[in-house]
């Protein structure tokens, strides 16, 4: 009688409810533990392929299915054999996996994208909010002009790799425990381009790149924040074997404004005036960033008090219209009094309300993140 089979779950160590990469970690922790050609202690085979025979059916969504409604009796032979199930996606991910090579082949070398590039490009608060045009340096690879990027010397042209015949690849014929095997390398000689330069390009030196230094003329659109992007489409380092050029990254970085701070298309401005200006009213001048602007202060205005100032802030990015400016009136109560200035104050205290009681009404800041919507 055939011995009884363990619960799938149990010989991987996993409990039931265990996902797919925890079935997976733990398939490659046993592989490793108990393959025959890493353990040579007897039963190691038979505990290999128990393994593998377990992960078959619990990487898989239907056979798994299957298998908790109904055990070992819910599956049929077809879904326990061949090696294609084996936790690294057939044989070939086996092979990388343990012996450090792989049986796949590798398409010749064709051509490949240029890298991409970045630039930190520092503008002022203004510019941002209005847009600009910047010019910038950099330093990239480019097609080289001498060989047009064959990297061989003009009149002379690559020849057939000997070492692949212009495959580029190495084939070679290996022994393991599953047999004999076609492992697929990439041809070290040409490097998998299935050519060789006999004549190197004295310009590039086989390279098919060279070094250069250009000039762009970077387009910032207004209303662009910190930290955002604008990318330059194919001005990034050439390709190689014709293949495209890499873009270039401006990353923005915006100065801080000397008074404006910015909350997405909103600019805020802090904004002192005296208690005569507060108390009795006043038309004060405030910047913006269209230049200074008039602005009403109502008598009895209190700090904290906000106004809004509508479409005097930032151009909203790829749309239309502006955002505002949010003035926050700060009252100052002053400290240098000379003898004049303390005794009228004192005259008018004496007709003022001297007790002091605690502020029922809401705080600063709550009126603030009112006023703001935040």
Same mark, same amino acid.
């Given at each position: ?62 056979? !798994? ?114 047999? #004999?095997?076609?492992?697929? #390398? ?42 955002? !992007? ?145």
């Amino acid at each position: 009688m055939a011995p009884e089979k363990r619960d799938y779950y149990e010989v991987l160590g996993v409990p039931r409810e265990a996902s797919k990469e925890d079935i997976r970690s733990a398939f490659r922790r046993l592989a490793r533990q108990y393959h025959p050609d890493v353990n040579k202690e007897p039963g190691a085979a038979e505990k290999f392929k128990e393994i593998n025979e377990a992960y078959q059916v619990l990487s898989d969504d239907e056979k !798994r299915a299957r298998y908790d409604r109904f055990g070992h009796a819910g599956l049929d032979q077809s879904d326990l054999g061949g090696f294609e199930g084996f936790g690294f996606g057939g044989l070939d991910e086996i092979f990388e996996d343990f012996f450090g090579f792989s049986t796949r082949g590798t398409a010749r070398q064709g051509p490949s994208r240029g890298a991409d590039l970045r630039y930190d490009l520092e503008i002022s608060f203004e510019e941002a909010a209005f847009g600009c045009q910047r010019e910038i340096e950099i330093t990239r690879l480019e097609t080289c002009p001498n060989c047009r990027g064959s990297g061989a010397e003009p009149g002379t042209r690559p020849t057939r790799c000997p070492e692949c015949n212009g495959y580029g690849q190495i084939r070679r014929a290996q022994q393991s425990i599953f047999g #004999s095997f076609i492992n697929v #390398s990439t041809c070290p000689r040409c490097g998998g381009r299935g050519e060789v330069i006999t004549t190197p390009c004295t310009m590039c030196r086989g390279a098919q790149r060279v070094e250069r230094r250009r000039k762009l003329s970077v387009d910032i659109p207004a209303g662009v924040d910190d930290g955002m !992007r604008v990318r330059l489409t194919g001005e990034g380092e050439a390709g190689t074997l014709g293949g495209p050029a890499g873009n270039l990254y401006v990353v923005l970085h915006v100065k801080p404004h000397r008074y404006f701070r910015r909350r997405d298309d909103d600019i805020l401005l802090s904004i002192n005036i005296n208690i005569v200006q507060a108390a009795l009213g006043a038309e004060i001048r405030v910047p913006t960033l269209n230049g200074e602007q008039k602005l009403s202060i109502p008598p009895g205005t209190q700090t904290g008090t906000v106004f809004r100032l509508k479409g005097k802030g930032i151009p909203r990015l790829n749309r239309g219209g502006r955002g505002d400016e949010v003035v926050i009136v700060n009252v100052v109560v002053p400290t240098n009094l000379d003898a004049s200035q303390k005794r009228l104050l004192a005259e008018l205290g004496k007709t003022l309300d001297n007790e002091a009681r605690p502020e029922e009404e809401k705080s600063f800041f709550e009126r603030l993140r009112e006023a703001l919507g935040i």
